[in-house]
């Protein structure tokens, strides 16, 4: 994915989401977006294949990362499922104010699910997603921003029981430098995130 902030910023203006400009120049007004990768056409891959971004400016200057990612849950829970309803997949949307830095199982720093988000219920077992608009659910449902390996220096290659449906880094070392970001940002706006999921065959 050829991913730019131009890119992202546009996309997220074109689709009438809130794009954080920080005109005051704080530093640090972030904007989180999730990219799932839309060449993979729903299939269970297993593979940290998406992306999360994050833009922002310090002192004026625009800032962007880019962190491999998965935005789907890993092949155990799809076969696994915890709730009889399916697991569960993250709708793309822009969820304002959704997410707060708190700990992820009681474990250690993250982003936390603090407001409602919507997820597509898929309880087939048939290997692919199924964003079936007739089954999704809005609710809390612990669909936090977290890691996958938490050895320094790791990085993890198969998402298997890392995500039963939250966004989550593959590298170690990212997740450090998005963690970093996330708790500056914290200090000066307080500890409320927004957080956008679109699709790579969206971007302009």
Known sequence: ????????KDTLISKGYKWF????????????????????????????DDAIT???????EWQFHV?????????HWVKNILSEKGVAILKPNQYRGSH???????????????????VYRDNNLDGNYDLDESKTETGIFGINIHRATGRSGGKS??????????????????WHQFLDICQTAREIHGNSFSYTLIESKEII
């Open 1 to 8: 994915m050829d991913l730019t902030l131009q890119r992202i």
């Open 21 to 48: 400009e920080d005109q005051n120049n704080k530093g640090y007004d972030v904007n989180i977006v999730g990219i799932r990768n839309s060449k993979t056409k729903g299939r269970v891959t297993n593979a940290f």
């Open 54 to 60: 994050v833009s922002y400016k310090v002192d004026g």
């Open 67 to 75: 962190f491999p990612c998965t935005t789907d849950p890993g092949s």
């Open 100 to 118: 707060k830095l708190r700990l992820h199982q009681g474990k250690y720093l993250a982003l936390g699910q603090k407001k409602p988000v919507t």
């Open 157 to 174: 290659t198969r998402v298997d029981k890392w995500s039963a449906g939250c966004q989550v880094i593959a590298d170690n070392d990212d």
